[in-house]
């Protein structure tokens, strides 16, 4: 599967490089991404700008990443959404329960924020 990794200050930002995202592919992806919960800098915003296509059993592999990172008090933020995928999203009601923003830009925001929240509990 491809990835590219930019990594910042406070968080890593892995843009998906592939069209589509099979179940395997995204298993393969939580994997990748649930290292960095061990990793110095543990925020991470996923970028979905070239993903035209998802399998269903994704999105749930997809919520359950972002619940694991939540539990270990970090950040996980998706981003860049195709409009036909956000549709989806939102027909099997993902859309309220996961960190989505329509830039990467707000993902960046989000995760500053709540970092800043995690700061001040």
């Not at 359950?64 to 989806?88: D, G, M, R, W």
């Not at 500053?112 to 995690?118: F, N, S």
Request: proline share 2%; glycine share 0%.
């Amino acid at each position: 599967m491809k990835v590219k990794i930019d990594t910042k200050e406070r968080m890593h930002v892995i843009t998906v490089e592939e069209e589509e995202l099979t179940a395997n592919m995204t298993e393969q992806l939580s994997g990748q991404v649930k290292s960095y919960l061990n990793a110095d800098i543990q925020n991470v915003v996923l970028v979905f700008r070239n993903v035209r296509k998802i399998e269903p059993e994704s999105f749930k592999l997809l919520f359950s990443l972002q619940q694991s990172f939540y539990t270990k008090k970090h950040s996980l933020v998706f981003c860049e959404f195709q409009p036909a995928i956000e549709n989806t999203l939102r027909q099997l009601s993902f859309a309220d329960k996961m960190n989505i923003t329509p830039t990467e830009s707000e993902a960046w925001d989000m995760v500053q924020m709540e970092e800043i929240e995690r700061e001040l509990s």
